[in-house]
């Protein structure tokens, strides 16, 4: 199979149970790293702009997007975002998508050719700006589910520039481990290997990979001596402050990205135990802990039930809560469509007993921190102030970065189109 053959039939998967990276390393697992990146950009760009490239064929055909086959729907689909949002060729993006289609359904390849030539000189936003209603026309033009904008142009005054910055493809960041190498040393190793990076602008333990670059090729990935995460992620960590020797719970650890900070800040001194709930996700953590070289107690454990951990017992908790994830879109942009309220309020029913369980766990004067990828009041604010109603006590943050997040009290938020940065909620307290 060529590369959009490849790209159709994981959009055709997608569609079935709304999830994209699974399908994506099934289906490119034979692929070279060029080939693998150009299936992700149009595989993901199109699932990312799903609503505005699905208004754009039906403008341009006359018939539902819904009423063609999976193969003539998805072909359209990654023709138009090759047509809309990069740089290929019209008439190569054509050709070369037809003839996918006509691999994967003859028959449909004649149509998605017809519908193709009017595409390239279809003008979508002149098209997205005669529809009537403010809402609807601005979730078709960033491509995001009417129900999200009008929430969140409810909870941020800067909404429009939030799904502008949810849009863009996220920056590559990497965070050193501090158990093995250093920021000066492991600079060294870039530099050594010609590999383009930038200092992230606050978080001195962060560098940004510039350009497409295989994982693998970076100096130090078999050794451990760096996590690739995202800013934000890091900052959960950062934030909680950790000592060496203290006793440190991180709740939800796996697949390790907080776990591993927090034993990179301490030089892995802290005595941490780290707690998740899925045993698929936990052996990723303990093959996160044994790359990046610390030892930690690993447990299997629903903490809101009966559990083995002591009460009044740590010196810190990292609550990273299971949530709607709304705040990483641009990081998963599958993540626009299998959303809805229902899920909000149920995590944040869960995110209620995480919170109350990890009280009982935190000794007094002990140090809770609480965070979300979420855009979301519910899983944010809401349960700041639950935390408060069950004894809980605001506290200020250790560490504060001038110019970063909207701080308010004791609550952060950091946002795509601000801090270049991934959409989180933090909270801090003390028992």
């Avoid at 796996?254 to 899925?278: E, L, Y």
């Avoid at 705040?327 to 209620?352: A, D, F």
């Avoid at 009982?360 to 349960?383: A, I, M, Q, T």
């Amino acid at each position: 199979m060529n590369t959009r053959e490849i790209a159709i039939k994981i959009l055709c998967s997608f569609e079935k149970d709304l999830k994209l990276k699974p399908h994506f390393e099934r289906l490119t697992k034979q692929l070279n790293f060029r080939d693998k990146s150009f299936v992700r950009e149009i595989s993901s760009g199109s699932v990312r702009f799903l609503k505005l490239l699905d208004f754009s064929i039906e403008k341009t055909s006359g018939k539902k997007q819904k009423k063609q086959k999976d193969v003539v729907r998805n072909g359209l689909r990654i023709l138009a975002y090759q047509l809309f949002f990069t740089a290929v060729p019209p008439y190569a993006a054509l050709n070369e998508t037809v003839e996918a289609v006509k691999k994967l359904n003859r028959k449909g390849a004649g149509f998605v050719n017809a519908v193709g030539k009017k595409l390239i000189h279809f003008d979508y936003r002149k098209e997205v700006a005669k529809i009537p209603d403010e809402m609807e026309r601005t979730a078709t033009l960033f491509s995001f589910e009417t129900w999200m904008v009008r929430r969140w142009k409810r909870f941020y005054e800067d909404w429009e520039k939030l799904l502008e910055g949810l849009n863009k493809t996220p920056p590559l960041f990497i965070r050193i481990n501090r158990i093995k190498t250093t920021p000066e040393n492991f600079a060294k190793l870039l530099k050594a290997a010609d590999i383009e990076f930038e200092p992230h602008p606050f978080l001195p333990d962060m560098f940004r990979i510039k350009g497409r670059i295989n994982i693998s090729s970076i100096p130090g990935y078999r050794e451990g001596f760096f996590y690739i995460q995202d800013p934000a992620s890091f900052l959960a960590a950062v934030l909680l402050n950790p000592a060496p020797e203290e006793k440190i719970l991180d709740i939800a650890a796996a697949p390790g990205g907080k776990t591993t900070a927090i034993a990179s800040i301490t030089k892995g001194k802290a005595k941490i135990t780290a707690v998740d709930v899925n045993e698929n996700r936990l052996k990723l953590l303990k093959e996160n802990v044994r790359k990046a070289g610390f030892r930690c107690k690993i447990l299997l454990e629903d903490i809101t039930q009966t559990t083995s951990l002591p009460e009044n017992h740590f010196d810190r908790i990292l609550l990273d809560a299971p949530c709607s994830a709304t705040g990483v879109i641009r990081r998963h942009p599958e993540g626009k469509w299998n959303k809805n309220i229902n899920l909000i309020k149920h995590n944040q029913k869960l995110q209620k007993a995480l919170i109350t369980s990890a009280y009982k766990l935190l000794k007094p004067g002990g140090r809770l921190l609480y965070s979300v990828c979420s855009l979301e009041k519910e899983e944010g604010e809401e349960n700041a102030k639950y935390a408060v109603s069950i004894g809980f006590k605001p506290a200020q943050f250790d560490i504060k970065f001038e110019g970063v997040g909207k701080v308010y009290k004791n609550t952060m938020r950091v946002f795509p189109h601000t801090d270049n940065m991934d959409g989180f909620f933090y909270a801090i307290f003390e028992k």
